[in-house]
Antibody, heavy 123, light 111 residues
Framework: EVHLVESGGGLVQPGRSLRVSCAAS????????MHWVRKAPGKGLEWVSG????????VYADSVKGRFTISRDNAGNSLYLQMNSLRPEDTALYFC????????????????WGQGTLVTVSS | QSVLTQPPSVSGAPGQRVTISCTGS?????????VHWYQHLPGTAPKLLIY???NRPSGVPDRFSASRSGTSASLAITGLQAEDEADYYC???????????FGGGTQLTVL
């Protein structure tokens, strides 16, 4: 059974940094692309970033480009999102999500999601 | 403002049929990229409902179906049940953004 467990969320001041993590199990992690998707209070789902199975391709939403960095540790079955220069509008529940295939640009859909970790950016 | 446009809300009585539209553009749905649909109940993990325009993962009832045409797609739910009350999102890929895009979400209310 696929499990995705996010951690690392919390309250952080504007301009500071935070790294959220995702521990994956129940599937061959290094065979699949992975995503971060967020949901701000009162808003819909927003795709944040995606990374291919071999880390060759990483793409970011315009709203986080230059501030966030996605990475993965295939040996440790983990996905990460380093968030720098955080803004109040980054406040959201951050979901780790598994792609159906090895490349997210093949657009095959996201088949499993974690429960999310809450990031609150406020002074 | 989302790249894919969905109605904010739809509603229907138990047993009825409802549809949710998803309108994109020539750089996403209109370019031939597949559309996927997700169901999300607040406080839970989103669930893949439809992938590749009209394919259901195992366990998703055949009351859920979808289609794509031109720059739009739609999700249909027949035999509406109280448990279907949730938020529904369409998702595709956008070539100008080189990334995934979601619709703004549609809140389904079962009357």
């Amino acid at each position: 059974e696929v499990h995705l467990v996010e951690s690392g969320g919390g309250l952080v001041q504007p301009g500071r940094s935070l790294r959220v993590s995702c521990a994956a199990s129940g599937f061959i992690f290094n065979d699949y692309a992975m995503h971060w998707v967020r949901k701000a209070p009162g808003k819909g789902l927003e795709w944040v970033s995606g990374i291919d199975w071999n880390r060759a391709t990483k793409v970011y939403a315009d709203s986080v480009k230059g501030r966030f960095t996605i990475s993965r540790d295939n040996a440790g079955n983990s996905l990460y999102l380093q968030m720098n220069s955080l803004r109040p509008e980054d406040t959201a529940l951050y979901f780790c999500a598994k792609d159906r295939t090895h490349s997210f640009s093949s657009n095959d859909g996201i088949d499993f999601w974690g429960q999310g970790t809450l990031v609150t950016v406020s002074s | 403002q989302s790249v894919l446009t969905q109605p904010p809300s739809v509603s229907g009585a138990p047993g009825q049929r409802v549809t949710i539209s998803c309108t994109g553009s020539s750089s996403n749905i209109g370019a031939g990229y597949d559309v996927h649909w997700y169901q999300h109940l607040p406080g839970t993990a989103p669930k893949l409902l439809i992938y590749g325009n009209n394919n259901r993962p195992s366990g998703v009832p055949d009351r859920f179906s979808a289609s794509r045409s031109g720059t739009s797609a739609s999700l249909a739910i027949t035999g509406l049940q109280a448990e279907d009350e949730a938020d529904y999102y369409c998702q595709s890929y956008d070539s100008s953004l080189s990334g995934c895009v979601f619709g703004g979400g549609t809140q389904l209310t079962v009357l």
